[in-house]
Every structure is written in C-alpha cells, then in structure tokens.
C-alpha cells in the first residue's frame, strides 16, 4: 500500500512535469501564433526634419515618442517593429513596405503639426478622402516629403500632392481596414482628450501617402503644433513626450483588447462618405455584387442575429487574415443604399458599401463610373 502510494507520488510529480511542460509549450506557442504586431513610424528624419519651429524639430520629437511607446509595448508582449530608431531618411514607400513585410497588425504612424497661427490641439488620421481644405493641407505638407525622394513620380505612379483630386484614387484601398483605423484612431484621441486633458481636433480621415501604402489598420497621429507655443514647448519636454507615449500606448491596447475579446462590432465615428449624386438613373449593373460591409475582425464571428445587434442574414468572407460581414446583396446600387440605410440605423454607423464581381472584390467607384450593360 505504502509503495503504490510513493509509486503514485512519483506518477503524479512526473505527469505534473509533463502537464507544465506541454502547457508552457502550448502557451508559448499560442503566444506566438496570436501576438500581436505594431509598426511604429516616427514621421520623416535624415534630411527631411519635418515641421521644425524654433529649436522644435517634428522629426526628432516623434522619434522619442516612438521609442517611449515601442518601449512600453515591449514590455507588454506585443512585438514592435519600427519604420526608423534613428535620424534617417525613409521613404514613404519603404515605411509601407516594412510594415506589410511584417504582415503587422497595426501601423502607427507619429508626427506633429504646424500653423501660421497658435491652433493647438491633437487629431489623428486614417486614410479618406479630405473633407475640408484644412485636413487637406495637413496631408499635402506630411506628403511633400515623397518630392525630396529619388524617381518620386515613377514610384508614386504620379501621384501629385499638391492636388486634393489625387488622392481619391488611393483612398479605396484602405477600404478594408477603414472600420478598424477609425476605432484605433478614436482611443487615441480619447486617451488624448480624457487622461491628458488635450484639445480634441477629432478623429479625421485625409490622403495620406504614408497611410495608403499599407495593408493593415493605419492611422497617422498629429500629437500636437509644435508652432504653438505652450504645445510646442510641452511636444519637446520630457514629460510632454513621455504622456503622449502614454496614451499612444494605452489606445494601442484597448485595440489589442478589443481584438482579444472578439468584438468586432463597435460604435465607431459617424464619418462623411463621398456621395456619388449621379443622375436619378436606374443603377443596375448586371454581374456586380453590392454588399454592405457592417464590421471585420480577425476572429471568426458564428452568424448568428445576437453578434450583429439582431441583423439577420448576415454574410460572411475572408479577406486576407480578416473575416468581414456582409448584409445585403444586389446588383442594384439604389436597392444597396437602402440596406446600408437599414443597417447604419440597426446600430452600424459606419457600414459601407462594396462590390463584388465573379466573387472578387473590386472598386465601388469603378463600378459606378463604368459604362451599364
Ligand atoms: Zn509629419
């Protein structure tokens, strides 16, 4: 008796082992498949200083604030991969590039603003279409930076920044991460607004170059004019950059939760979408599919009406690591509008339209400008 019981002692301490030492593999291994990656883009450097007013360099000051905020995530497990840890240059493009080579989750790109007059406040981007002559200029100067890159117009396909039409091509190919950007891009300036007291510029979406090189959620954070005086001076303190590192790092994780626990769905700002008032013309375009896209995520949602505030019949596809939901199909544009009506109303105020062709996604626009048949 006394025997069996060391025996199992023994059984039991080595089945303990065992059970640790599987779990501690599982664990790391689950770690490995989910963590979480973030591209952290401090705004130009090298040859290209940015904004700079006075001894304020924007090139400078959004490098200490990456590096405080690569610092913080580190320590919380999420891999960091930054676009530049020194004073370089770095074109546009490759900043892209290293991101999407990381096939990161996030990118998040620091910069800083500047005014002739003393505007102050903080506001950050996801790629859109400007909405006003303000956010286009915000765009045009961070752009301005491809004309000090070598073959600029071959690389950027001829992209001009100094014209606001430019841009409307790239916009749509952030369309997919749209939803997401925007929810990142609300922590921030809530963070901005609730923990630091900052003046709130608001969630914005504008052409950025920068933004729409990328294959992932991207926001663009403008952490502040360095021409006004009492921002810029708190920009370049110590304190200022480590706040502001703060609640860059805190947005990043309640994304991070937000993405962990499986909600997909999340009231995010109403945005201005681009109207397409085209003549009151029927608008059939036989064998094109228009859905609406009511929400993304990484996770795989079951279809039921509970995951979508009671929406049935609820669709859903696979692009790329993201699954995305779908209500609504017709190869009527005006039938399309009214479903995207239903549904920003059911509680989806950023739900927008795509398009589909032999089960490919394609550009709503092109669709629309595309000759009827
Ligand atoms: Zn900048």
């Given at each position: ?6 025996k199992?002692?023994?059984q039991?301490?080595?089945l ?9 593999f ?8 989910t ?5 952290l ?31 913080k995530?580190k320590?919380n ?12 240059f ?5 900043r ?6 990381a ?6 790109s ?5 005014h ?25 100067q ?5 004309f ?21 091509g ?7 991460y ?12 809530g963070?901005f ?13 504008a ?5 729409f090189q ?12 360095i ?6 001076e708190?920009l ?29 769905i ?5 945005l ?6 085209q003549?009151?013309?029927s ?5 094109v ?7 993304s ?9 509970y995951n ?15 699954y ?7 190869s009527?544009?005006d ?24 089960e490919?996604?394609i ?6 400008n595309?000759?009827?048949?």
């Open positions: 008796m006394q025997i069996f019981f060391v199992n002692i023994k039991r301490q080595i303990g082992i065992l059970v640790l030492f599987f779990s501690l599982l664990n790391s291994d689950l770690l490995s498949q963590s979480f990656k973030v591209v883009d401090a705004g130009h450097g090298g040859k290209d200083p940015g904004k700079h007013s006075g001894k304020y360099y924007e090139k400078n000051i959004a490098l200490n604030i990456v590096l405080l905020v690569g610092k995530l320590k497990e999420v891999q960091v991969i930054y676009t530049r840890k020194s004073d370089v770095i074109e546009l493009k490759e892209g590039n290293i991101a999407n080579d096939e990161a989750d996030l990118f998040v620091i910069h800083c603003n500047a002739h007059t003393q505007a102050y406040g903080t506001e950050t981007y996801a790629l859109g279409i400007h909405a006003n002559e303000r956010n286009f200029e915000v765009a045009q961070e752009n301005a930076v491809i000090l890159e070598d073959d600029y117009h071959d690389k950027y396909e001829g992209f001009d920044p100094n014209s606001p039409e430019a841009v409307i790239l916009t749509l190919m952030q369309e997919d749209l939803d997401q950007s925007l929810l990142v891009a609300s922590y921030v300036q963070n607004r609730n923990n630091l007291n900052r003046t709130d510029r608001g969630v914005k979406q052409g950025f170059v920068v933004l990328t294959s992932m959620p991207s926001i663009l954070i403008e952490t502040g004019f021409t006004n005086v009492n921002e810029g708190y370049n303190s110590k304190s200022g950059q480590e706040e502001v590192a703060q609640a860059i790092y805190d947005a990043i994780l309640s994304y991070k939760k937000h993405l962990d626990d499986n909600v997909v999340e009231e995010i700002p109403v201005v979408s681009a109207t397409n008032d003549n009151k013309k608008r059939i375009f036989k064998g599919d228009f859905k609406v896209q009511i929400a995520g990484k996770k795989k949602l079951s279809l039921e009406s979508f505030k009671g929406l049935k019949g609820v669709e859903r596809g696979k692009i790329g690591s993201y995305k939901y779908y209500y609504g199909k017709s009527d544009y039938e399309i509008l009214k479903d995207q009506e239903k549904v920003k109303k059911q509680g989806f105020p950023s739900a927008f339209i795509v398009a589909f062709k032999d490919e996604r550009q709503v626009s092109d669709v629309l595309s000759d009827k048949n």
